[in-house]
């Protein structure tokens, strides 16, 4: 509890100050002005602006005048000895009496006072009227009385004086003597001020103004709350130029680094026959083909299972977090496209069922249908701008199977995933120790040629489900998609091992289930210092990961020497193959596969590779024009006769597509 300050503007009428109106704390100009407005208005004998300051404790108030105008003719007909009445005379009563009114209520500056409640002077009006009341009364009887003792009971020029005639004479009497009276008695006992008759027509006036200001006041709070909004509109087209721009330098970049590429690689006749990339860009016919799409009653099961899911997840939220700004619902719709596929994946359902039943779900969350629909086609370009954005989309994966295994409470973490989403992002260290792993799917050119762009982008598609499922259980990262591929990192060797392994497995099942569209993934890892930049990895590390996955052919695992040195001790199966040319590698370089396959013999893999170096000793030789420790220098001519057909291509990951724009997180 504290004190309460406010201004009065108070004008003077009948000899007494009354309170005209009140401002608030930040009014103190706007009384004033107020005042000053009714300073040349008739019927006011004085204006002035009282600071009034309230206790809350002691229940007193503190008044101080601010502004005061009073004409000089009031103020020197009410000063006491001034003028011709100042001696006194039969005035001399009410002269004292206005006196003392003005002393209690004005100019006592900051002296504390308890205002007289109001209730002091109409109980001093009521009193006076029913003295007036009852005088008038008390006469009439008298009359009354007198009357009726003079006027004698017989009949005067025809009237009777006696009878109802009597009565109706004695009533009339009594209602006009009592009439008289009261007339009388209120015009020599009562003031008009001290009735409170207000007067119309300045309150008629003063509404007037105050309703104008308040329109005034409404026309500059709107004027206000427009130019506002336009701030807020300029704010975000300048940072959407911006986004705009930057993401515009990114997509040059890219494409210098491809040009770049594309010359370094013109050397080369195989180089120049392999346009991996050129497929992916055309998802057109599928996007029709999905818009006409129907659910199966498989898939109608499923779509049913995920609404119950986020169901659960959206009445575990506390009140305060389920009504969600843009970010917060982007970050939902990620961990939704999340637990979809990985719903999809356990259910066998192809793509098409599965961003159906995913756009179905973000309908609820009122999304557009033809917004859901594209964000259910498109997730996969988010997931790579932001490290959150994939943590979120795991996060569902994750939350999704464990749903599916039995664990039904599951559904509330959804709460700390967007505890987590809303934290700020914190700095990372730019250089550090990481595995690099790359995938690449074989042979996607040709059935391409051969299947069409449809089945094309369903092996995509299936890869890309896979390679996400082992990621998220082994927690592994996206880095970014390379077109026909994936590359991630890992902080443990045995984590990138173990995830390759599964993604083997899982694609062998694919196979199985699916053998008109198969699907064959060759696999590189290495491991080393690389430098983070722009979510994206650089370094020998990452250059030499991209050369071991070139090395490989489908349905193998190759890792550096640095990687299985680190992975010994384990359970792991690894064949020793080589020699190959590397670029940046002094002399042959071994690698060595990983043997997944549980089926496969050990023996068996070792006599393949033993039956392939001999060859692979030829193409080393033909590529770096150098020969093999321990063996004779090669004539000048076979390294460039075998160079142009043997020379091996050294494949880079090309730059990852640019993503769509997304919305941006609230401050």
Not at 420 to 425: F, L, Q, S, T
Not at 558 to 567: E, I, L, P, Q, R
């Amino acid at each position: 509890m504290g004190s309460s300050t406010s201004y009065e503007v108070q004008v003077m009428q009948g000899g007494k100050w009354r309170i005209h109106a009140q401002f608030p704390p930040s009014g103190r100009d706007d009384a004033i002005d107020e005042a000053k407005t009714l300073e040349s208005m008739p019927g006011l004998a004085g204006v002035k602006v009282v600071r009034d300051n309230y206790d809350d404790r002691t229940g007193l108030h503190r008044e101080h005048v601010v502004y005061k105008h009073v004409p000089e003719k009031t103020v020197a007909a009410s000063t006491p000895g001034g003028g011709a009445s100042g001696g006194g005379g039969k005035y001399a009563h009410y002269l004292a009496r206005a006196e003392a009114n003005k002393s209690a209520d004005i100019d006592f500056g900051d002296q504390l006072v308890n205002p007289p409640p109001r209730k002091t002077s109409r109980m001093g009006v009521f009193t006076k009227l029913m003295l007036v009341l009852l005088m008038s009364i008390a006469i009439a009887a008298v009359v009354v009385l007198l009357a009726n003792n003079m006027l004698p009971y017989k009949k005067i020029a025809g009237l009777r004086l006696y009878g109802p005639t009597r009565s109706n004479i004695m009533i009339a009497i009594t209602i006009c003597t009592f009439l008289a009276s009261v007339l009388i008695s209120y015009f020599a006992f009562m003031r008009r001020d001290e009735l409170d008759v207000p007067n119309l027509e300045i309150q008629e006036r003063l509404k007037k103004q105050l309703e104008a200001k308040r329109q005034a006041d409404a026309e500059r709070a709107r004027k206000k709350e427009i130019e506002d909004a336009r701030q807020r509109q300029a704010d975000e087209e300048a940072a959407r130029a911006a986004k705009a721009a930057k993401d515009q330098a990114d997509r040059e970049r890219a494409e210098q680094e491809l040009a770049a590429l594309a010359e370094q690689q013109n050397d080369t006749e195989q180089e120049s026959a392999e346009p991996e990339p050129e497929p992916e860009p055309e998802p057109e016919p599928e996007q029709k083909e999905e818009e006409f799409s129907n659910l199966s009653p498989v898939a109608e099961a499923q779509k049913a299972v995920l609404m119950g899911f986020f169901g659960e997840a959206v009445r575990a939220l506390p009140p305060e977090m389920r009504k969600m700004d843009s970010y917060n619902r982007f970050g939902v719709n990620l961990f939704l496209a999340g637990a979809a596929e990985s719903l999809g994946g356990a259910r066998n359902l192809d793509g098409e069922s599965i961003a159906e039943i995913l756009a179905s779900t973000l309908g609820i969350m009122g999304l557009k249908p033809e917004h859901a629909q594209a964000f259910a086609k498109r997730y996969e370009d988010y997931l790579l701008q932001d490290a959150r954005y994939m943590a979120m989309f795991q996060s569902g994966r994750q939350t999704m199977g464990a749903f599916l295994d039995g664990d039904k409470e599951t559904p509330a973490k959804l709460t700390e995933f967007l505890n987590e989403w809303n934290k700020p992002k914190a700095p990372e260290d730019p250089e550090k120790e990481v595995v690099v792993m790359f995938t690449d799917i074989v042979g996607s050119t040709a059935m391409t040629h051969e299947k069409g762009n449809l089945a094309a982008q369903e092996v995509v598609r299936a890869h890309n489900r896979v390679v996400r499922d082992a990621l998220s259980k082994t927690g592994g990262l996206e880095i970014k998609h390379t077109g026909d591929g994936i590359m991630a990192s890992f902080q443990k060797v045995a984590d990138s091992l173990l995830a390759t392994q599964q993604m083997q497995m899982m694609i062998e099942m694919h196979n199985q289930q699916t053998p008109d569209i198969p699907l064959k993934v060759k696999i590189g890892i290495n491991a080393g210092r690389v430098v983070m930049e722009e979510k994206d990895l650089y370094g020998v590390t990452v250059q030499m990961a991209a050369r071991i996955v070139d090395k490989a052919k489908a349905d193998q695992i190759f890792v550096s020497d640095t990687v299985y040195g680190m992975a010994k001790g384990g359970s792991w199966r690894f064949v020793r193959r080589g020699p190959y040319y590397l670029k940046g590698i002094d002399g042959p370089a071994y690698l060595q596969e990983l043997v997944w396959d549980d089926k496969v013999d050990t023996a068996t893999v070792e006599a393949a590779a033993r039956a392939e170096r001999p060859q692979l000793e030829q193409l080393y030789t033909a590529a770096s024009g150098l020969p093999l420790p321990g063996q004779a220098a090669p004539q000048a001519e076979a390294p460039a006769a075998q160079a142009a057909t043997a020379a091996p291509v050294a494949v880079q990951a090309p730059a990852a597509a640019q993503p769509a724009q997304v919305p941006p997180r609230a401050s």
